[in-house]
């Protein structure tokens, strides 16, 4: 059984819960620090509520951790456009704050989360964001000798998806309104991979022979947004509207993403992982129930209020 320590950071959110739910599964002691409480904490994770903007919050929950895995930035491609000045502030001096504590507090490792949008001209300042932390990162480690892994992640799937993921974002116009409305014509290439693959990926990627590599997680199999859409109303047995808008996807790559050089990276992917459609069907069946608790929950709030 490990005993090492490790500390989530951006543990509330969508690939952070998982991950720190990995890690726990493989023995470690997890700590989640967010700020907010995590709605998917175990009895047995300890968390602690803060900033990453803050060195005095880093400082109170990086003690003794071997290993950081920080998940915590603005990861809302349209809300970066909208908003530079929070995606800078979040995801660039917030990561600098982590590697400093993380230096003087002796971390073994930083576990980075990355995007392949680092490839792109494209993600807006969510992606100018991560190649710039990808940059301070390394540098670190040639001036302080603080070792990473960076983690880029494509495209992602699964269970406690925030509204902003693609497929999240679908599956609820699906189940909400019958239809489900695209910008762009749906030929867009994309290798999905389920968020508790990448989670375990991410956990394996603590080896020896990952340190200070650059490595990608995506899944196996390459998928066109069009045909993706098509098994969805397969899976609602076709009782759901699919309509392709004019607009185009300013921010998203259609194709491939690499018209930019970073550091080059390895590609890592699971020798056993979910099913795609298997993942879409356990994915639908979780946003119900959260969709349920949530009109149980207005209902007996208009209830209070009546009385």
């Known amino acids: ?10 543990s509330s959110g969508f690939i952070g819960s998982h ?15 967010d700020a907010v409480s995590s709605k998917y904490k175990t009895k047995s994770q300890k968390e602690c509520i803060g900033d990453i903007l803050d060195l005095d919050d880093i400082e109170k929950v990086i003690k003794d951790c071997q290993y950081v895995f920080h998940f915590a930035a603005q990861a809302d491609i349209g809300s970066s456009s909208e908003d530079p000045s929070k995606t800078i502030h979040n995801n660039i001096i917030g990561t600098q704050n982590i590697l400093e504590m993380a230096r003087r507090s002796n971390v073994n490792r930083i576990m980075f989360a990355s995007t392949i949008y680092v490839y792109s001209e494209l993600g807006s300042f969510y ?24 983690l880029r992640f494509g495209s992602l799937y699964g269970p406690r998806a925030n509204e902003f993921n ?20 749906g030929e867009e290439i994309r290798e999905y991979i389920h968020v508790k693959d ?15 590599k650059h490595l990608i997680i995506t ?14 109303k397969e899976i609602f047995s076709d009782e759901i509207e699919i309509e392709f808008g004019d607009e185009e996807e300013l921010h998203h790559y259609e194709i491939t993403p ?50």
């Open 1 to 10: 059984m490990n005993c090492k320590k490790v500390l989530v950071t951006g």
């Open 19 to 33: 991950v720190a739910d990995a890690l726990e599964e493989q023995g470690y002691q997890v700590t989640l620090f």
């Open 127 to 150: 992606r100018v964001s991560k190649q710039a932390c990808e940059k301070i990162i390394e540098e670190y480690q040639r001036e302080f000798g603080l070792d990473y892994t960076i």
């Open 166 to 185: 693609f497929i999240s974002n679908v599956l609820i116009q699906a189940l909400k309104n019958k239809k489900i409305v695209r910008r762009g014509n």
């Open 198 to 212: 990448a989670a375990q990926l991410s956990v394996d990627a603590i080896d020896e022979k990952f340190k200070n």
């Open 219 to 232: 899944g196996h199999q390459q998928i066109r947004v069009k045909d993706l859409l098509i098994m969805i």
């Open 258 to 307: 690499y018209n930019y050089k970073p550091q080059v990276a390895k590609k890592i992917t699971p020798e056993t992982y979910f099913d795609l459609g298997q993942g879409l069907m356990d994915q639908i069946y979780d946003l119900e129930i959260n969709m349920d608790k949530e009109n149980s929950s207005k209902k007996v709030s208009l209830r209070k209020r009546k009385k």
